[in-house]
């Protein structure tokens, strides 16, 4: 099964998918996408705080260390958590993140996964041409996932919503 989890900034989008990860088979294996040595104290003890709520028996690969997402969705056994697509995005200098790659990947796990991804599509317009073209890039990450995924869950102030496919839009 394959499930994205999307949600602002603070939205509650990591502990929902920690906490459907828990309920689904181990071993569980999280893949950090953002950088393990933060340049600022606030990235810093959010860090902190995700490695602080995860079960001591997970896992964890950090795409800092020089492996890619795709390696780590094609090695990792069970189920994996992945933390998040906007990061991963951010990392590539253009941008240019093989999505059909990823989507492939995804389908040919035999374990389930959890995605995690910042919804930017209802944020502030971006005063610069480097932030559009990151948030239409994620954008265009969620959607390529999201029409593979099983299940896409929206998270609010905590709260989960389901997201339903229209059948012909």
Known sequence: MITLVLGGTRSGKSAVAEALAARLPP??????TLAADPEDDDLAGRIEAHRAR?????ATVELSAGVSLVEALGSAPGTVVVDSLGPW????????????????ALHQRVGDAVLVSDEVGMGVHPSSELGRRFRDRLGEVNQAVAAVAD????VVAGRTLTLDVLADP
């Open 54 to 58: 995860r079960p001591p028996g997970w």
């Open 89 to 104: 995005v951010a990392a590539d200098d253009n941008f240019t993140v093989d999505v059909e790659e990823l989507c492939r």
């Open 151 to 154: 299940q896409v869950l929206l």
């Open 27 to 32: 071993p569980v294996t999280y893949v950090a």
